[in-house]
T-cell receptor, first 108, second 112 residues
C-alpha cells in the first residue's frame, strides 16, 4: 500500500524566516513524489516534483529514500507563500496518493 | 482555454437523491481521477480511469459510481448509499504514469 503523511496540519512562520513542510511516505517500489499547492480561491497546482530537482518560487525538496521523506524547504518565507500544501506520491498505475495537507501561514 | 472543467461549482442534494458531478477535459489526457477533499483529511481517491471504458476503485469508492465512455469526460455519481456526501470534490487528469496532474476548480456538494 502507498501512504503519504504530513504531520503538521498548520504551520505559522514570520516573513523572512525559514520554513520546512514535512512529508513522509510509504511505498515498496520507486516512488515519484510531488508537492502541490493550493492558493486561496485557486485550483490545486503542481509546485515541484522530485525528478526535476529544480527550485520553484524558492522552494526545494529532496527525496531521502533512507528516511522515506520528501520535505519541502524555503530559506526565506514570503507572505505570498501562504497556502495549503500537499505532498503526493505516484505509484502503481499512476495512482496519485496525497497527504493530509499543511496550511502554511506567513505573517508580516 | 484548455484545461479541466467541473460543473456545477455548488450543488445541493436532498437526502436519498443521486447526483452527478461533471468533469470534462480538453487536454487529451488518458487518465482521469476523482478526489474528495475534507478538512484535516487531505485528498482521498474515489475512482480513477487510465483509459476509456475502464476504471478502478480508489480508497473510498463506496457510495460512488463513475463512467468513462469518452476520453474527455469522467462523470461522478454520488448515490444515496454514500453516508456522508457533503464535501469538496476535485477532478484531475494526466497524460501517463508519474506525470503532472491537472485539477479542476472543484464542486462543493452539500446535502440538505
Amino acid at each position: 500500500a502507498q501512504r503519504v503523511t504530513q504531520p503538521e496540519k498548520l504551520l505559522s512562520v514570520f516573513k523572512g524566516a525559514p520554513v520546512e513542510l514535512k512529508c513522509n511516505y510509504s511505498y515498496s517500489g520507486s516512488p515519484e513524489l510531488f508537492w502541490y499547492v493550493q492558493y486561496s480561491r485557486q485550483r490545486l497546482q503542481l509546485l515541484l516534483r522530485h525528478i526535476s530537482r529544480e527550485s520553484i518560487k524558492g522552494f526545494t525538496a529532496d527525496l531521502n529514500k533512507g528516511e522515506t521523506s520528501f520535505h519541502l524547504k524555503k530559506p526565506f518565507a514570503q507572505e505570498e507563500d501562504s497556502a495549503m500544501y500537499y505532498c503526493a506520491l505516484s505509484g502503481s498505475y499512476g495512482k496519485l496518493t496525497f497527504g493530509q495537507g499543511t496550511i502554511l501561514t506567513v505573517h508580516p | 482555454d484548455g484545461g479541466i472543467t467541473q460543473s456545477p461549482k455548488y450543488l445541493f442534494r436532498k437526502e436519498g437523491q443521486n447526483v452527478t458531478l461533471s468533469c470534462e477535459q480538453n487536454l487529451n489526457h488518458d487518465a482521469m481521477y476523482w478526489y474528495r477533499q475534507d478538512p484535516g483529511q487531505g485528498l482521498r481517491l474515489i475512482y480513477y480511469s487510465q483509459i476509456v471504458n475502464d476504471f478502478q476503485k480508489g480508497d473510498i469508492a463506496e457510495g460512488y459510481s463513475v463512467s468513462r465512455e469518452k476520453k474527455e469526460s469522467f462523470p461522478l455519481t454520488v448515490t444515496s448509499a454514500q453516508k456522508n456526501p457533503t464535501a469538496f470534490y476535485l477532478c484531475a487528469s494526466n497524460t501517463a504514469l508519474n506525470t503532472e496532474a491537472f485539477f479542476g476548480q472543484g464542486t462543493r456538494l452539500t446535502v440538505v
